[in-house]
């Protein structure tokens, strides 16, 4: 049992990939660098998102601040690896990153006998994406999380279920109205 697992070997080689892609696709395909980065706050994917795409915001002069979005987050319960790092852990390991009000010191989500079902994971992201379209004007964002996670995103924004690899980039066009 482990808690708030790391980035293996991996994660951190996939990462570096994602980051030659971004850098890649805004030089010669013109994509557009995302306006806001929001990551779940469990570790393997606050280094990845730094692994990605820190040294291309800063090659555009950009602030590197990242926003750590509590609800975006895997399937909450009993899976120890999924359950965060306290708040002045996350604070003192990332410090470009914004961790958003609300966010306590300890874990008070995760539960270690209740699993968190699929379709209460989707009700979170459904409040989640809510707060980001009230509050996200940015045309383009980038979500780093667990594949859970954006398989829920799918879900809430109608898409259904599409299987998610781990270490994958996936797009998604999703208009607020």
């Known amino acids: 049992m482990w808690a708030d697992a790391a980035l293996t070997s991996l994660g951190e080689k996939q990462a570096s990939e994602a980051a030659t892609f971004w850098i890649d696709a805004f030089k010669t395909a013109k994509i557009p660098i995302p306006g806001t980065f929001y990551s779940s706050p469990l570790r393997r994917c606050l280094r990845t998102l730094e692994i990605a795409f820190a040294e291309l915001v800063a090659s555009q002069g950009r602030p590197f ?100 690899a781990a270490g994958a980039i996936f797009p998604l066009l999703v208009k607020a109205e």
């Open 65 to 164: 601040e990242p926003v750590i979005k509590e609800l975006l987050r895997e399937r909450l319960g009993v899976h120890t690896c999924d359950r965060r790092s306290t708040r002045t852990w996350i604070q003192k390991n990332y410090p470009a990153f914004v961790i958003e009000d609300g966010l306590t010191e300890e874990d008070e989500l995760w539960e270690p006998d209740v699993r968190e079902t699929y379709d209460e994971h989707v009700k979170r992201t459904t409040e989640l994406l809510g707060d980001i379209f009230k509050n996200d004007s940015s045309a383009f964002i980038s979500a780093t999380t667990h594949s859970g996670a954006i398989m829920s995103i799918l879900r809430a924004t109608g898409y259904g279920e599409i299987p998610v």
